[in-house]
């Protein structure tokens, strides 16, 4: 899109002059293998998107901040002192729990007007909610002066989210959004937040992303379930073991202290954030030594275990990762992110990419009568200004 015509529409929204305004940028991010275990303190290895959500900005004298998107018709206005969660104010609980965060930290900030535009494909697992914060974190520093360092506002971003709008999710988001480079994924260590940048030696290859169109309904409350169930888990086991988090363990120590956990569920549940974990570091592993036909195996492995011991996948990324995998060039097929519906990624051979959208598109759609999107990802870079 289209930067000139936002430019265009915040004019006719706003007034004034378009040599005012400021334009910015964030991605999405699609996870390649490691999930449900940022919040178990595992690995992750998530890239960014070459789509995501845009801004343009333009401060104010006062103290009134209007936000206005191309994406819905509701717009909000409030006063800077007085931020606080409101539900029919819907989306722009993001951006202001956001502005919240740099209040808290003693950031002067003051009134603004900014429109926003995303071509993320919403509640589809591949964080427009994360891309949103993380962009209205770099707005807010640009335009106030703020000199907080990306990872500062991807740690602010995350807790935007845990503490205004009261969904408890993990770093990786935000973090892939903020901190994403251009044809490399980034191994991220969530308990200490070390990363590296791993080139994404895809030869011959491409991520198609398949969106299975199935709202995330539940979403919210079987995640924040999930995530009691691990730490009941991880209660069970730091009865005898002096482990901080589930995926501290190796699978021989876990295989041998599993029987700790006195419910069936839990232990599954924890089964797989350790199993996992081990996945991750096998596929970099295999990834860096240009196996890419490995790094498709263990991909499978993961979502195998999220259907089975972790049960987030539903019935829709199921038959899509199921026809996938059907394709011949098709080397690995998952769902990404939170699960209970959005998205599946897989690794396919480039000369089967048109096949596989064909036959996976029109499989799906007769097995789940949805009608699904792909999308082959380019893995772009993180935020910034773009003017
Ligand atoms: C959501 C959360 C992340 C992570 C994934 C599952 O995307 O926001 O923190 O837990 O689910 O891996």
């Known amino acids: 899109m289209m930067q000139n015509q936002m430019v265009e529409k915040f004019i006719e929204i706003y007034g004034g002059e378009s040599s005012t305004v400021s334009q910015y940028f964030a991605p999405g991010r699609v996870n390649l293998i490691g999930e449900h275990i940022d919040y178990n303190g595992g690995f992750v290895f998530p890239c960014a998107l070459d789509f995501g959500t845009y801004a343009v900005a333009r401060k104010r004298n006062d103290s009134t901040v209007r936000f206005a998107t191309l994406n819905f018709d509701l717009k909000v206005e409030v006063d800077i002192n007085d931020i606080s969660y409101l539900e029919e104010h819907n989306w722009t609980n993001y951006p202001k729990g956001v502005i919240k965060e740099f209040l808290n930290k003693g950031h002067n900030i003051g009134g603004f007007d900014i429109l926003y535009y995303g071509n993320i494909p919403n509640g589809s697992g591949l964080s427009s909610s994360a891309s949103l914060e993380v962009l209205t974190a770099v707005v807010l520093n640009d335009l106030f002066d703020c000199k907080e360092d990306m990872i500062e506002m991807v740690k602010m971003s995350q807790k935007a989210e845990n503490q205004f ?88 120590t876990f295989d041998k202290h599993k029987s700790l956990i006195d419910k069936d569920i839990a232990r599954d549940r924890a089964k797989h954030a350790v199993a996992e974990n081990v996945r991750v570091k096998k596929a970099v592993e295999a990834l860096g030594g240009g196996d890419i036909i490995t790094f498709g195996k263990l991909m499978n492995e993961s979502h195998d275990s999220l259907r089975d011991l972790y049960e987030v996948t539903g019935i829709e990324l199921d038959t899509m990762v199921e026809e996938a995998r059907k394709i011949e060039g098709t080397i690995g097929a998952r769902m990404t992110g939170a699960g209970f519906g959005g998205c599946t990624v897989s690794i396919v051979k480039e000369e089967s990419v048109d096949i596989f959208i064909e036959e996976v598109g029109k499989k799906y759609e007769a097995r789940v009568n949805l009608k699904p999107e792909f999308y082959v990802a380019n893995v772009g870079n993180g935020p910034g200004k773009i003017n």
């Not at 969904?167 to 935000?174: F, K």
């Not at 590296?196 to 030696?201: A, E």
């Not at 199935?214 to 169930?229: I, V």
């Open 165 to 252: 709008v009261g969904v408890n999710c993990g770093i990786m988001d935000q973090f892939a959004c903020g901190m994403g480079k251009s044809n490399h994924a980034i191994l991220l260590d969530c308990e200490t937040l070390d990363y590296k940048y791993t080139p994404l030696k895809l030869d011959g290859y491409k991520i198609v992303i398949g969106n299975t169109k199935k709202r995330r309904g539940l979403a919210d409350s079987k995640y924040n379930e999930r995530r009691s169930e691990c730490q009941y888990a991880l209660e069970c086991l730091q009865k005898e073991l002096d482990i901080n988090n589930l995926c501290d363990l190796d699978m021989d």
